[in-house]
């Protein structure tokens, strides 16, 4: 089958995150099993606007915002040479079914924006955005079928009006966790990028009151963003920032740290809750959408979303009043794959 994915972005855009690892891994995957895959993005400085990267042809035209009408006159283009569509929904989407015409979609919602609105836009933006133009777009999709991460996920698109969702726990590979030791002072670890969604002032802000019981507690900050220089200008002592970090200096700090920290608005899995128990580091979160799913069957603790809450469980962790076993909560990108597969299969034998 001749698949295009539409994504914003792909793994070589400084601002991948976990959708990118999801697109990609999954597009190598559908290669394998005998699929001619091509992923269409945004354009990456000093990146070709058509590469193959392990069996994927990545085409990349367009920016933040006209990569949404680039794809449309890339199909316009080269259509009739597809027979499926995968369309990701990240905040604003595609619209693919819009444009295709008979050719069958499958939709990928990583997750919902909602709260997120007010966090990465301004106002009166931020309230358009949540009450009239994400229902609108996702309207469209509301008999299209619809993959998505975890069971909250998919009771927010059903929220939204979508009737055809399905629920595909994300994927990982078994690694060797590095062999190192873990601190010997309280070490909290916040994996993520730096900006208002995902509230990275509430793990300060949560270490300054553990710090009342455990002066010695330090927190280790590993991600970038627009958040940055005013984070480290406030931070108490004891707070590191390390950038973004190659994956194996940042799992051996993952391994190293006693804990970590999710406190986003809402996610659609929580990629870093599974990188951190993948190398035995059990994570407490907020009992936000995705969160309660991933830091719950990684063998975490959800808690109320306060920098107090979140400070009362991490004291009650370095306490041991609270023992938490982390377990690597997600499946083979294999089984994942061989899910997307059977998905996109049936779709299209159904297709007109």
């Given at each position: 089958?001749?698949?295009?994915?539409?994504?914003?972005?792909?793994?070589a855009h400084p601002a991948a995150g976990g959708a990118e690892v999801?697109?990609?891994?999954?597009?190598?995957?559908?290669?394998?099993?005998?699929?001619?895959?091509?992923?269409?993005?945004?354009?990456?400085?000093?990146?070709?606007?058509?590469?193959?990267?392990?069996?994927?042809?990545?085409?990349?035209?367009?920016g933040r915002l006209s990569v949404y009408r680039e794809g449309r006159?890339?199909?316009?283009?080269?259509?009739?040479?597809?027979?499926?569509?995968?369309?990701?929904?990240?905040?604003?989407?595609?619209?693919?079914?819009?444009?295709?015409?008979?050719?069958?979609?499958?939709?990928?919602?990583?997750?919902?924006?909602?709260?997120?609105?007010?966090?990465?836009?301004?106002?009166?933006?931020?309230?358009?955005?949540?009450?009239?133009?994400?229902?609108?777009?996702?309207?469209?999709?509301?008999?299209?079928?619809?993959?998505?991460?975890?069971?909250?996920?998919?009771?927010?698109?059903?929220?939204?009006?979508?009737?055809?969702?399905?629920?595909?726990?994300?994927?990982?590979?078994?690694?060797?966790?590095?062999?190192?030791?873990?601190?010997?002072?309280?070490?909290?670890?916040?994996?993520?990028?730096?900006?208002?969604?995902?509230?990275?002032?509430?793990?300060?802000?949560?270490?300054?009151?553990?710090?009342?019981?455990?002066?010695?507690?330090?927190?280790?900050?590993?991600?970038?963003?627009?958040?940055?220089?005013?984070?480290?200008?406030?931070?108490?002592?004891?707070?590191?920032?390390?950038?973004?970090?190659?994956?194996?200096?940042?799992?051996?700090?993952?391994?190293?740290?006693?804990?970590?920290?999710?406190?986003?608005?809402?996610?659609?899995?929580?990629?870093?809750?599974?990188?951190?128990?993948?190398?035995?580091?059990?994570?407490?979160?907020?009992?936000?959408?995705?969160?309660?799913?991933?830091?719950?069957?990684?063998?975490?603790?959800?808690?109320?979303?306060?920098?107090?809450?979140?400070?009362?469980?991490?004291?009650?962790?370095?306490?041991?009043?609270?023992?938490?076993?982390?377990?690597?909560?997600?499946?083979?990108?294999?089984?994942?794959?061989?899910?997307?597969?059977?998905?996109?299969?049936?779709?299209?034998?159904?297709?007109?």
């Amino acid at each position: 089958m001749r698949i295009l994915f539409y994504n914003w972005r792909d793994l070589a855009h400084p601002a991948a995150g976990g959708a990118e690892v999801w697109t990609e891994m999954v597009a190598r995957h559908l290669v394998s099993k005998g699929h001619e895959v091509t992923l269409f993005c945004a354009s990456v400085k000093d990146r070709l606007h058509r590469e193959v990267v392990e069996g994927v042809t990545i085409v990349r035209r367009g920016g933040r915002l006209s990569v949404y009408r680039e794809g449309r006159k890339f199909f316009a283009e080269s259509g009739d040479k597809f027979d499926l569509v995968l369309d990701e929904i990240n905040t604003r989407p595609f619209l693919t079914p819009r444009f295709v015409g008979a050719t069958p979609v499958v939709a990928i919602a990583h997750q919902v924006a909602r709260e997120v609105w007010f966090h990465e836009a301004h106002l009166p933006m931020a309230v358009m955005g949540r009450y009239f133009f994400e229902p609108r777009w996702l309207r469209e999709y509301r008999d299209v079928p619809t993959l998505t991460l975890c069971p909250s996920s998919a009771a927010s698109l059903r929220a939204y009006g979508l009737r055809n969702v399905h629920a595909i726990i994300p994927g990982g590979d078994p690694i060797a966790p590095p062999q190192v030791e873990k601190e010997t002072v309280p070490t909290v670890v916040f994996l993520g990028r730096l900006v208002s969604s995902k509230r990275p002032d509430h793990a300060i802000e949560a270490l300054t009151l553990l710090q009342r019981k455990h002066p010695e507690a330090r927190l280790w900050i590993i991600g970038d963003g627009p958040m940055h220089d005013a984070l480290k200008r406030k931070s108490p002592p004891h707070v590191e920032f390390y950038g973004r970090l190659p994956h194996d200096e940042r799992n051996e700090l993952l391994a190293r740290a006693h804990v970590l920290v999710a406190t986003s608005v809402r996610e659609g899995w929580g990629l870093n809750v599974s990188e951190a128990a993948e190398v035995g580091t059990p994570a407490i979160g907020y009992n936000v959408c995705g969160l309660v799913d991933s830091v719950a069957m990684s063998g975490g603790h959800v808690v109320e979303e306060s920098p107090a809450a979140l400070a009362e469980a991490l004291r009650a962790f370095f306490d041991h009043e609270l023992t938490l076993t982390p377990r690597v909560p997600t499946q083979t990108w294999q089984e994942v794959g061989d899910a997307v597969d059977d998905i996109i299969r049936r779709v299209h034998a159904a297709a007109p």
